[in-house]
């Protein structure tokens, strides 16, 4: 087994949208990924690559797919350290390329679950299959590989003698079509078994792009309806403050109308009183107060519309005010994350330099790779940035986070306590629902829907 491990040989190939466009041995990409030579046909671009372990017959037994990236001189990523022999080893079954199914390591099937970011899904299309683009590639030998060419061997084992009473002659032609049938079924079996495992590798990459389409679906829709429901709470706040404008009004003109009666009242007493002294004077004092009441009336009116005058006025320079404060938050917004980004820019973009990368593992999107440009909003919301990578809003997040790190049933009993019996945890943020994937199989809400019915 040393031997034959000794003489595979490894290789890397590049692709692009009309397949396969460069080839190099692995020791010319570990001294591409040294920076000792360059590509500058691949600046600037994330680009597809193949890592192929190839046995001395020319024949592929292990493929991992994986990005690397190149800067604006067509340099690769000094970030970059995937094990890609480490991967080929440990990865599992996949289609049969000539020599019995090789190792297959790509993103729907990774066997280190935090490098699996930096892998790519092959297509299986019909006459757009990329692993028969790997096989055909290494069959032409671009390469200059030195290939040998193997004699079958029989095993001691399975040499079987005929009984005496059938040494006779052998029928060329029968034992012909035998050896044609047996070779023609052999084929029938390997492609079959070739299109079996072709077809679930391209099922489990549409259901794996499948749930990434619908956790952002659903994401987009979250924050849609978050919107939304900002906006009538504040149209909500703004009609109660006018509803409390309007009442406040009445009220001042209730008083007023109540001080004009109680006037008017008091005039009218005095003029029964004026009545009793002479007809004359009862005249003069009804035309005063006649006149004072119309003066009270008017004067009442007036300060009326000075006062909604004064409260309209009053209502445009608190609008005013308010959205000078709402533009002036705006701008210490923007003023304290540029200082906050400048503070350490210069030390972070050093420390990018010297190939720092910078990395964090949340559960459920597992280690992920900050880019410069992320630092500040990870820094305010690291919560939240794990939830956009998987696609899930910030609440689920959190919800998913508490059933993965305690994953018992949270329903309510009758007693007033919690069921908190075990449950299978959810792996994946975007899978947890709320009342079904945090509740055991007696509290879930499906279950409960059907009891009722």
Request: glycine share 4%.
């Amino acid at each position: 087994m040393s031997m034959q491990k000794a003489q595979m040989v490894e290789a890397v190939l590049f692709f692009n949208e009309r397949g396969i466009c460069k080839e190099m041995l692995f020791p010319e990409f570990e001294a591409l990924l040294d920076n000792v030579v360059n590509l500058p046909e691949f600046a600037d671009e994330q680009v597809r690559l193949a890592y192929v372990l190839i046995n001395p017959r020319l024949l592929v037994r292990a493929v991992v797919f994986f990005y690397l990236d190149f800067d604006e001189l067509g340099a690769a990523d000094k970030g970059w350290n995937l094990p890609l022999r480490h991967l080929a080893d440990n990865a599992g079954r996949g289609p049969d390329l000539g020599a019995g199914p090789i190792r297959l390591a790509c993103r729907s099937q990774c066997p280190v679950s935090w490098h699996q970011m930096h892998l790519w899904d092959p297509s299986l299309a019909p006459g757009k299959n990329d692993l028969v683009l790997v096989r055909d590639a290494i069959k032409r030998n671009n390469l200059g590989l030195l290939a040998e060419e193997e004699a079958p061997v029989v095993l001691p084992e399975r040499l079987q003698v005929a009984a005496e009473d059938k040494w006779q002659a052998p029928d060329p032609a029968r034992q012909e079509a035998a050896r044609q049938d047996e070779r023609l079924e052999q084929e029938h079996r390997q492609k079959t078994a070739q299109l079996i495992k072709q077809q679930r590798l391209r099922i489990s990459s549409l259901s794996k792009q499948h749930e990434e389409e619908l956790a952002r679906q659903k994401l987009a829709a979250d924050e849609r309806q978050r919107a939304l429901q900002a906006e009538i709470q504040g149209l909500q706040q703004s009609l109660r403050r006018q509803e409390e404008l309007n009442a406040s009004l009445k009220a001042q003109l209730a008083a007023q109308a109540d001080s004009m009666q109680q006037s008017r009242e008091e005039l009218s007493r005095q003029l029964r009183d004026l009545e009793k002294h002479g007809r004359s004077e009862a005249d003069i004092l009804r035309a005063q107060f006649d006149a004072e009441l119309q003066a009270r009336v008017a004067t009442a009116l007036a300060e009326s519309k000075e006062q909604v005058a004064i409260r309209d006025v009053e209502l445009a320079y608190s609008a005013e005010q308010e959205a000078q404060l709402k533009q002036e938050l705006e701008r210490l917004k923007r003023e304290c994350d540029e200082l906050a980004s400048q503070g350490g820019e210069q030390i972070l973009e050093r420390l990018a330099k010297l190939g720092v990368v910078f990395v964090v593992y949340h559960p459920g999107a597992g280690h992920l790779t900050i880019p410069l440009q992320d630092i500040a909003r990870y820094q305010n919301n690291p919560m939240s940035y794990a939830a956009a990578k998987c696609f899930v809003s910030e609440e689920q997040y959190r919800q998913w986070l508490a059933h993965y790190q305690q994953p018992t049933c949270e329903a309510s009993l009758s007693s007033g306590g919690r069921c908190s019996m075990p449950i299978d945890r959810v792996e994946t943020p975007s899978r947890f629902v709320v009342g079904e994937s945090n509740c055991c199989a007696r509290h879930k809400a499906g279950a409960r829907l059907r009891t009722v019915s």
